[in-house]
Structures are given as C-alpha cells and as structure tokens.
C-alpha cells in the first residue's frame, strides 16, 4: 500500500473523528486496533425514555447475541441497538420531556479541533491500515522517500458541530433521528434513521452519505449508503445498498422487506432464522 494511500486515510479518519473537545490536538503516535466483533449495546440510561427503549430492545438481544458470534465483517445488526440506546442517552442529558405524545429535543456536540501528522506517523500508520480499503483512495503516487523520514506534516481541521434531531413517539412505536455534522460551514456528513415496530416486529432504516476523500478533503457523492432491516424474537433480515440520494431513503413505517429486496440490488445482506445465520458476501 502507497504512502499517498496513508495519508488519504488518516485524512478521512481525522475528518471523521467525532470525539473531540476545543482545542485538543489529535495524537497519531499510538495505533488504535482495529475492532473486534461487536455485541448489541445495552442501555445505560435512566428515565421513562430508557425504560421504554429496554422494554423494546429486549425481545431480540437473543437473536442479536447469535448473529454478533457469526458475523464479523458486517456490523449493520448493531445499528438500531446503538441508535436507540443513544436517543435514550441523549434524552436523559437533555432532560427531555414528552409533549403531545412526542419526545422532540436536539442533542448537540461541538468544538474546535485541529490535528497535525508527521511524515513518520503516517508511515508508522500503515500498519493499522484495513486491508480491504475503498478503490476510491487507490489514487497514483510519484514516490518521495524522504517523506518517510518525517521531514514533512499535514495539518487541518476548524470548527466542527455534529447534532442529533430527535422526533420519537413516547411509547417508542416508532421515531426518526437525523445527524448532521458540519466542519467549518460545510457539510462534511449526513445520517438518517428510523424505526417502527409493528406487531412484534422492530424495522428500521439508516442511511449515510457517501463520501470519498480526496488528498485533503471530503467529498459527497451524493449516494447515500443504506441499511434496512427488520428483526423478530427469532429471526433478522437486513440489507445494505445504496440510493441515489436522502429522498430515495425508505421509511421504516412502510418498509416491505420482501418487496424492498425485489427492487434493489444489495450489497450485503444478513439473514437469520433462530441460530442459523447467514451473512453474504
């Protein structure tokens, strides 16, 4: 892998980091591992929000405990766990109260953020580089040895805010979340989830805009990459594919996996029936 393929990656990394607090300085000196196989995240929160989100998360830990020991390279069955325990995190910070049978608050991070990397660091990187990285960093590089000796740095980075736009029913029958981050005045990512239960069935939607990074900066494709699925006490059926943008999102209150599957082309999918799981490709 190309040293430019290094860069790109610490560049779409650092962009992308989301944790950070005004005016600390990203360190690059220690590697950080590459994550291991994820289980669905308990709520730890109080409140009659997080009590809601126990009581609806429950009925399908079991399945999710099964699918979290087979599928190491597709971790889209974590999602609607994450994003609800999170509304329910987030609720509890804001104090949020429901009005009209409706839980409506904003929950915001913001900073500024800044980091440097050496020519060394982004040497030393490419050791905890994934294996399978996007064809959209697989750009031509015109080598220069000497950049591995550290006589060089990139810097970047400014304001960044990130928000949580909740609107969700107070008995959790269903909800949508949108995520905006903005970095210096411009849209840097946009995320959409959703979920409704009907019957003893939990569907949800997320999708995420589709960035490719360019040698110092990020740049939408336009597509959104989407999950959709539905889980059940015994079983989970999710697939991952693109759309041409946020108005070809699907909405889980009307979502028809069956018929959802007939009309796309996946690029994943998880299938689970009991403890028989499927995970392709």
């Not at 060089?152 to 995520?179: C, K, M, N, P, W």
């Not at 209150?253 to 007939?262: G, T």
Request: hydrophobic share 40%; with cysteine; net charge negative.
């Amino acid at each position: 892998m190309s040293k430019r393929k290094g860069i790109l990656w610490l560049l779409a990394l650092l962009m992308l980091l989301t944790g950070c607090s005004s005016g600390n300085e990203a360190s690059l000196s220690t590697p950080t591992p590459l994550p291991e196989v994820l289980d669905a995240p308990e709520v730890e929160a109080n409140g009659a929000l997080a009590d809601a989100a126990r009581a609806l998360l429950s009925p399908y830990e079991k399945q999710l405990a099964l699918v979290a020991q087979q599928s190491r390279n597709n971790y889209s069955y974590t999602i609607p766990s994450e994003m609800i325990s999170k509304m329910a995190r987030d609720a509890q910070e804001m104090g949020a109260v429901p009005q009209n049978g409706f839980y409506q608050f904003t929950w915001r991070q913001s900073g500024n953020h800044t980091y440097t990397a050496t020519g060394l660091e982004v040497h030393q990187s490419s050791d905890v580089i994934p294996t399978e990285t996007p064809d959209v960093l697989d750009v031509e590089y015109d080598p220069m040895e000497t950049q591995n000796m550290g006589d060089f740095s990139v810097s970047g980075g400014g304001q960044f805010d990130r928000s949580y736009q909740y609107t969700v029913a107070d008995d959790l029958s269903f909800g949508r979340v949108e995520i905006t981050n903005i970095l210096n005045n411009e849209v840097t990512g946009h995320e959409v989830f959703s979920f409704s239960v009907r019957g003893k069935t939990l569907y949800f939607v997320y999708g995420a805009l589709d960035l490719a990074a360019s040698l110092d900066s990020l740049e939408s494709t336009g597509m959104y990459l989407v999950s959709a699925g539905m889980l059940e006490e015994n079983a989970l059926e999710i697939v991952d594919y693109h759309v041409t943008g946020a108005d070809a999102l699907p909405q889980a209150e009307s979502l028809d996996f069956q018929k959802l599957l007939s009309s796309i082309t996946p690029l994943a999918r998880i299938s689970a029936k009991g403890s028989r799981v499927s995970v392709f490709p």
